[in-house]
Nanobody, 121 residues
Framework: VQLQASGGGLVQAGGSLRLSCSAS????????MGWFRQAPGKEREFVAF???????YYHDSVRGRFAISRDNAQNTIYLQMNRLKPDDTAVYYC????????????????WGQGTLVTVSS
């Protein structure tokens, strides 16, 4: 089982990026998938998740700016990030849910390698 995140980079405040996460080795359609992030010196935190039936939920800090989506035919999830802020600077990780509360980090047991997003002021 493998998750491969990509799409990070350097962007100015107010700009946009789209992250992708490709999955292999799992029955992707049946998984709740999530995005998390870890800023320098901080703990990893929940960003968004998307269910098998396309229900979506966001952390308050990104709601209205970020959009999570999935393409089951491509075994891929996306995170469209708009109106980026310097506080969004972090390594972003995608993850596949195992069991438990969907916005708890501990509920996910398969993780991608992370992609760095840097937002300059």
């Amino acid at each position: 089982v493998q998750l491969q995140a990509s799409g990070g980079g350097l962007v100015q405040a107010g700009g946009s990026l789209r992250l992708s996460c490709s999955a292999s080795g799992l029955n992707f359609d049946n998984y709740v998938m999530g995005w998390f992030r870890q800023a320098p010196g901080k703990e990893r935190e929940f960003v968004a998740f998307i269910t098998k039936t396309d229900n979506k939920y966001y952390h308050d800090s990104v709601r209205g700016r970020f959009a999570i989506s999935r393409d089951n035919a491509q075994n891929t999830i996306y995170l469209q990030m708009n109106r980026l802020k310097p506080d969004d600077t972090a390594v972003y990780y995608c993850a596949a849910h195992n069991s438990g509360v969907y916005y708890y980090l501990q509920s996910y047991d398969v993780w991608g390698q992370g992609t760095l997003v840097t937002v300059s002021s």
